[in-house]
């Protein structure tokens, strides 16, 4: 089992800036893969951004160039790094951990971008 908690969200304004946190815990030398993925109200939940175990990135075209995926392994932490938000990057966003046999969700951190 692998436990999730992101933090990090909140309110900000067109062209500012956000980081969010996801703490794991619990069987983390399991992990493979650590993603973001958002949920606009009315849509579907869609990857922005994911590191695997070896360190390799790949994010969704919407936020190249803008956001950044890491993480400090020493922390068990991935952070996802956001910059030049704009209105279109409101939703909920929900951190998950892959292992070879099960995916786990945290609960989601909402950011809001106003225009």
């Known amino acids: 089992q692998v436990q999730l908690v992101e933090s990090g969200g909140g309110l900000v304004q067109a062209g500012g800036s956000l980081r969010l946190s996801c703490a794991a815990s619990g069987s983390i030398f399991s992990i493979n893969t650590m993603g973001w993925y958002r949920q606009a109200p009315g849509s579907q939940r869609e990857l922005v951004a994911v590191i695997t175990r070896g ?22 932490t991935v952070y ?10 409101t939703a909920d966003y929900y951190c998950r951990a892959t292992t070879a046999r099960d995916g786990y969700w945290g609960r989601g951190t909402q950011v809001t971008v106003s225009s």
Do not use: C, H, Q
Request: net charge neutral.
């Open 55 to 76: 360190g390799l990135t790949n994010y969704a075209d919407s936020v190249k160039g803008r956001f950044t995926i890491s993480r400090d392994i020493g922390k068990n």
């Open 80 to 89: 996802l790094e956001m910059n030049s938000l704009k209105p279109e990057d």
